[in-house]
């Protein structure tokens, strides 16, 4: 096991993820149009989509993520009233990663928040690819055929169950309690995030 340094692109916003390793957490690529979405309205596309215009995650638990520097530049928008809590960075609008709420043990981790050299020995390979039919060019076979989406769902059903009952879903970086830290900016369909004055 080990830790994974985090950082946004300017390196205001600064922490790790402790206790990772290729067995436990799942890394995933997304390719729902949401994802997207989240993407072109930071202007961050060209740094966080792949050709396919799918998203690298690391999915891990809340309590093993850490934001030591730059709390006052945590930003969160949601695509709707309903939507993911997606967090960023307002200092370059670094995407940081995704959560469902407060009471849900999952942080999806996004790769453009992730600095760390060793980052692919740690998090692993690509276990699945999931909303494929957001993509926008054609996944080549191979890349699907060594990471279904089918077991991913019930493999990360199973760790969430393991995480809320071993305490894993607190702390968490991103809530006061029931409460996200900042209120999330509702993100009307095409619009842009404008940041703080720090270059991309």
Known sequence: M???ALQCQCGTVRGRAIRVYPVDGTRV???CRDCQ?????????ERVLDAQGGTDIYQLPPARLQIHQGHDQIRCLRLSSKGLYRWYAGCCNTP??????P??????LIHSFISDPFAEQKIGPVRARVNLKGATAEI???????APGQVYMRKLLLRMLLWKL??????????MGKSPRVTPIILSPGSAVEHNGATD
């Open 103 to 108: 009471g849900v043990p999952l942080v999806g």
């Open 140 to 146: 080549p076979r191979d890349s699907v055929k060594t």
């Open 2 to 4: 080990d830790n994974l």
């Open 166 to 175: 071993t305490g894993k879903a607190r702390p968490n970086p991103f809530f």
């Open 37 to 45: 979405a989240f993407a072109h309205a930071l202007n961050a596309a």
């Open 96 to 101: 940081i990663g995704n959560t469902l709420g």
């Open 29 to 31: 690529v997304c390719y």
